[in-house]
């Protein structure tokens, strides 16, 4: 049977977190995670023996006053109580023949994709792009209509500045000959 860690922390008054930890360090084995409880750690019963021993011993070192966890003493009480034998942890995971075609079916599907990829790119050099078409003509005839448009804006210029002069010269006329420089009396 497989305890969550939800029940845990609960039980022995911890945090997730310091179970966490615990598996980092590897005072727990292998924890898995149970899909029909939401992927929530879930723990076998030597498991939450070990947590216990862990959490006992952490309380006794902060009761003689320490306040940092001596590890080695942990590690050392796990040992003398669990031992230091690895075994091998059933999983209780049962997985269907549909499961296991599934995956067969999507590994073909992959090795089609890669077999269609090869081949595409096999059969890139011999799909070359046509023969570049020569826009010579075209780029002189837009040299020529970019040359006429800075002559005509050249010209353009000389008016501008032709009328700003006239119109200097007519502000420093005095008011009557205003109407002389338009042709009127």
């Known amino acids: 049977?497989?305890?969550?860690?939800?029940?845990?922390?609960?039980?022995?008054?911890?945090?997730?977190?310091q179970l966490r930890e615990w598996e980092k360090r590897d005072w727990l084995g292998e924890v898995l995670k149970?899909?029909?409880q939401n992927h929530q750690r879930v723990y076998t019963e030597e498991q939450v023996e070990r947590i216990q021993l862990i959490a006992e011993t952490i309380q006794a070192q902060r009761a003689k006053g320490i306040k940092r966890t001596h590890l080695e003493e942990v590690e050392t009480r796990l040992l003398e109580r669990f031992?230091?034998?690895?075994?091998?942890?059933?999983?209780?995971?049962?997985?269907s023949p549909q499961s296991i075609q599934q995956v067969v079916e999507l590994l073909m599907g992959q090795n089609q994709k890669i077999h269609d990829l090869q081949q595409l790119m096999e059969q890139q050099p011999k799909n070359q792009?046509?023969?570049?078409?020569?826009?010579t003509e075209v780029l002189t005839d837009m040299k020529n209509e970019l040359k006429k448009s800075q002559e005509r804006e050249e010209q353009l210029l000389a008016i501008v500045q032709q009328l700003q002069t006239d119109l200097d010269e007519l502000k420093k006329a005095p008011a009557k000959s205003k109407w002389k420089f338009w042709g009127k009396d």
């Open 129 to 135: 792009l046509p023969n570049p078409v020569d826009h």
């Open 1 to 17: 049977m497989r305890i969550p860690i939800s029940l845990i922390v609960k039980e022995l008054n911890l945090e997730a977190y």
């Open 83 to 95: 031992g230091g034998e690895v075994k091998p942890m059933n999983t209780d995971l049962q997985v």
């Open 34 to 36: 149970d899909p029909m």
